[in-house]
């Protein structure tokens, strides 16, 4: 059993990078790589607590929101294409069409 | 410690290391790489953790599926027009990010020696159990289709909606 307090540590650290690089950058794709990260860094977080209380329940969350976040992936990258598509565009700063 | 606690420490620090490397590298492609390499560190954390399929699922779904979608994503972009957007990084935003990250960091930090999160919740699995890494296949194909059958379902069903809608997208004329 790892120490619980290191590996949560190590979680948090991970998604406040994550969090980080969605504000920095304006490049869409390390925009949702970022995003990524930090589902990642959630996903630590479950299985650390998996282990810590020695029950298989996280880990088995943890495998469905692996299988939900391909699904996001899948759609959020055909819409960052189709925006790119019309929009000939990709700098997110310039992309304000649902801006009222 | 342990020879445990040494795998621990120097995955952490990669996994730390090419999270960085997402954020602050200039070319996109690079990015998409050094997140596979951060994936794969995740990857030796779950097994360290005691989760062998989930290292396993990791590196086959996110390390192969999800990443082939990145680069193709990259390669209809036009990487060259991706790399002008990350030069002007202006100092604003930087430190913007800075003080939201240190926040979330400090806000973390000051909540966990406040309550002592992890050890407060509850006491950990006994001393000297199997744990969870023995039988984890069997356990958790028998979690997932007993316990969470409604969930495996619709997380199904949301696949295949997330397939049709993505054909919808990439079919039709965009004006």
């Known amino acids: 059993m790892m120490n619980i307090d290191l590996t949560l540590t190590l979680s948090a650290l991970i998604f406040c990078i994550g969090a980080m690089g969605v504000i920095m950058r304006r490049d869409p794709l390390v925009m949702f790589i970022s ?49 790119f598509r019309t929009e000939k565009d990709v700098d997110v700063d310039g992309i304000s069409n649902l801006h009222g | 410690m342990g020879l445990n606690g040494l795998l621990f420490a120097a995955l952490a620090a990669f996994a730390v290391a090419s999270a960085l490397a997402v954020v602050f590298v200039r070319h996109t492609v690079y990015a998409a790489l050094f997140f596979v390499a951060h994936l794969m560190a995740l990857s030796g954390i779950y097994a360290l953790l005691n989760a062998p399929l989930l290292a396993v699922v990791q590196v086959m779904v996110y390390g192969g599926a999800v990443m082939v979608l990145f680069v193709f994503a990259i390669m209809i972009l036009d990487a060259n027009e991706l790399e002008k957007l990350t030069q002007g990084g202006s100092l604003k935003s930087m430190l913007w990010a800075g003080g939201l990250g240190s926040l979330l960091i400090g806000a973390f930090f000051g909540l966990s020696n406040r309550f002592h999160i992890a050890s407060a919740l509850a006491p950990g699995a006994p001393e000297g159990s199997p744990g969870l890494w023995v039988d984890n296949v069997a356990n958790l194909g028998r979690m997932l289709y007993r316990d969470y059958l409604f969930a495996v379902e619709a997380t199904a069903v949301l696949l295949l909606v997330a397939v049709v809608g993505i054909m919808v997208m990439a079919k039709r004329k965009l004006e």
Do not use: C, H, R
Request: charged share 10%; hydrophobic share 70%.
């Open chain 1, 35 to 83: 995003i990524e990260m930090m589902f990642n860094a959630a996903n630590l977080a479950l299985v650390a607590l998996s282990d810590y209380f020695g029950k298989i329940e996280g880990q088995t969350v943890v495998f469905l929101v692996i299988a939900v976040a391909a699904a996001e992936v899948a759609v959020g990258l055909a819409i960052i294409i189709a925006i």
